[in-house]
Each structure stands twice: as structure tokens, then as C-alpha cells.
């Protein structure tokens, strides 16, 4: 069998190191650059492109995207409020960066977001959850999430509270001798997010909302009342001999 080195060379341009291989849904391997694209929504004018290696995400770029263009307004004596962008670049790490920016997202969040498990309620001054039983899960501690590398929170309670429950079977499971689950370190920023999106769908709670659909968030690109936004990505193909 060839080795790992042998077929990562087989990736590499030997015209253009700076290819990467990208893949999409119904379309072969090729090397690739990722370009991304800001434009003023109310003018449709670009204010910035810039193409970064395609085996990389949108939400990844984003930071450097916003720094460039935000500094490039400032310079021309241009005032920027809004942040719009499709579900790529949803993130609770650039929710978080775009609000010490000063600057509110409208970024669909993607569908793997939830604010807690179904029917507890967060207390946001304990930094608890209730259950649908009225039992508090305490925080208990902040770590990173080694398969995908994000900051979270656990909440657990303990073992005697469970004994009892009503409900224990269909909460726990079969094994599970407590509650424990684990929440984004940005719930806050998501949420405040939500409420600008879509605003219909968000509960003071943030127990209930609808997820956003890809057409939303195309929707939300064109036609909010943003001052300027970052345009959905495209692939385009890097030629190789």
C-alpha cells in the first residue's frame, strides 16, 4: 500500500503549494482556492476578496475578514454596524468576536446549536437548569470539547437527586445514573444573535426556536438592513499542468 506521504503528494500542485483539495456534495476532488467576498448590501459594492486555502472553513475566516474590512472602512471615514452572513459562518467564537467588534451578527446559527436539553429552563443570575421536575442541575465546569475544539460548559447533578424521578427512565436512559449534559460557552451570544435574526422565533428562555434554513439565511444576506455583510463563499478551480 502506498504510505500517507506518498498519497498526500499526490494532493499537492507541484505548480501552485498553495492549492488544497476541496471536496462538495456531487462534485469530484480538485485543487482549489476559496475566495471570500464582502459587499455593501444596501449597493451591492465589494469591499473586499480575498482568496485563503480551500480546506479551510468560512467560519475560520471570518475574523481575518472583518478586521481587513473594517479597517479599510475606518480608513474612508465609513461607519459599520451590521454583520451579514449565511450558516457557514456561524459560530459562538465569532459571535463573540464580532460583538467585542462592536458589530451585531445576523448569521443564521447552524443546526447542531442548542441552548440546553428539551423542557429545562436555564436562571441565568445561578448559571443553573432546571428540570421539568424542578430540580436544579448546577454548573459544574468549563472545558474544550476535544472532537471539535469549541469551549463548553458542563452541567450535572447529583446521583440521589435522580433516584426518585418520575421521569428518570425517559431523562437518563438505560445506564445513566445522573443528569449531565454539556452546553456552548456562548449560549448568550448565540441567543442574542437568534433574537436578531429572527426574532419571531426567540423565547426569553432560549429553550424554543426554530433553525434557520439555508434559504433564510440567503434571504437574510439580501435583504436585511445591514450597513455591510460578508457573501456566501464559492470555490473556484485552480489549474494545474
Given at each position: 500500500?502506498p504510505?500517507?506521504?506518498?498519497?498526500?503528494?499526490?494532493?499537492?500542485?507541484?505548480?501552485?503549494?498553495?492549492?488544497r483539495?476541496?471536496?462538495?456534495?456531487?462534485k469530484a476532488?480538485?485543487?482549489?482556492y476559496?475566495?471570500?467576498?464582502?459587499v455593501?448590501t444596501?449597493?451591492?459594492?465589494?469591499?473586499?476578496?480575498k482568496?485563503?486555502h480551500?480546506?479551510?472553513?468560512?467560519?475560520?475566516?471570518?475574523p481575518?475578514?472583518?478586521?481587513?474590512?473594517?479597517?479599510?472602512?475606518?480608513?474612508?471615514?465609513?461607519?459599520?454596524?451590521?454583520?451579514?452572513?449565511?450558516?457557514?459562518?456561524?459560530?459562538?467564537?465569532?459571535?463573540a468576536?464580532?460583538?467585542a467588534?462592536?458589530l451585531?451578527?445576523?448569521?443564521?446559527?447552524?443546526?447542531?446549536?442548542k441552548?440546553?436539553?428539551?423542557g429545562?429552563?436555564?436562571?441565568?443570575?445561578?448559571?443553573?437548569?432546571?428540570?421539568?421536575?424542578?430540580?436544579?442541575?448546577?454548573?459544574?465546569?468549563?472545558?474544550?470539547d476535544?472532537?471539535?475544539?469549541?469551549?463548553?460548559?458542563?452541567?450535572?447533578?447529583?446521583?440521589h437527586?435522580?433516584?426518585?424521578?418520575?421521569?428518570?427512565s425517559?431523562?437518563?436512559g438505560?445506564?445513566?445514573?445522573?443528569?449531565?449534559?454539556?452546553?456552548?460557552?456562548?449560549?448568550?451570544e448565540?441567543l442574542?444573535?437568534?433574537?436578531?435574526?429572527?426574532?419571531?422565533?426567540?423565547?426569553?428562555?432560549?429553550?424554543?426556536?426554530?433553525?434557520?434554513?439555508?434559504?433564510h439565511?440567503?434571504?437574510?444576506?439580501?435583504?436585511?438592513?445591514?450597513?455591510y455583510?460578508?457573501?456566501?463563499?464559492?470555490?473556484?478551480?485552480?489549474?494545474?499542468?
Open positions: 500500500m504510505s500517507s506521504h506518498s498519497v498526500r503528494r499526490r494532493q499537492d500542485s507541484l505548480t501552485d503549494p498553495d492549492a483539495i476541496s471536496v462538495k456534495p456531487g476532488r480538485k485543487l482549489n476559496l475566495s471570500q467576498l464582502s455593501d444596501g449597493h451591492h459594492v465589494i469591499t473586499d476578496i482568496a485563503y480551500a480546506d479551510g472553513k468560512d467560519n475560520q475566516q471570518l481575518d475578514i472583518v478586521k481587513r474590512v473594517k479597517r479599510r472602512l475606518w480608513q474612508q471615514g465609513l461607519v459599520w454596524e451590521n454583520c451579514v452572513a449565511d450558516t457557514g459562518y456561524s459560530s459562538g467564537e465569532n459571535y468576536f464580532l460583538e467588534q462592536d451585531k451578527s445576523f448569521i443564521p446559527p447552524h443546526g447542531t446549536f441552548g440546553g436539553p428539551d429545562f429552563m436555564y436562571v441565568e443570575e445561578q448559571d443553573h437548569y432546571l428540570c421539568p421536575q424542578g430540580k436544579i442541575i448546577p454548573f459544574t465546569k468549563e472545558f474544550n476535544y472532537r471539535t475544539g469549541t469551549r463548553k460548559k458542563e452541567y450535572r447533578c447529583r446521583k437527586v435522580c433516584i426518585d424521578c418520575p421521569i428518570r425517559s431523562c437518563l438505560k445506564s445513566a445514573q445522573e443528569k449531565k449534559f454539556s452546553v456552548t460557552y456562548y449560549r448568550a448565540y442574542r444573535n437568534i433574537a436578531r435574526v429572527d426574532p419571531d422565533s426567540y423565547r426569553d428562555t432560549g429553550q424554543v426556536y426554530e433553525r434557520q434554513t439555508a434559504k439565511g440567503r434571504a437574510c444576506f439580501w435583504y436585511t438592513h445591514a450597513i455583510g460578508t457573501a456566501q463563499s464559492k470555490h473556484y478551480r485552480l489549474k494545474t499542468s
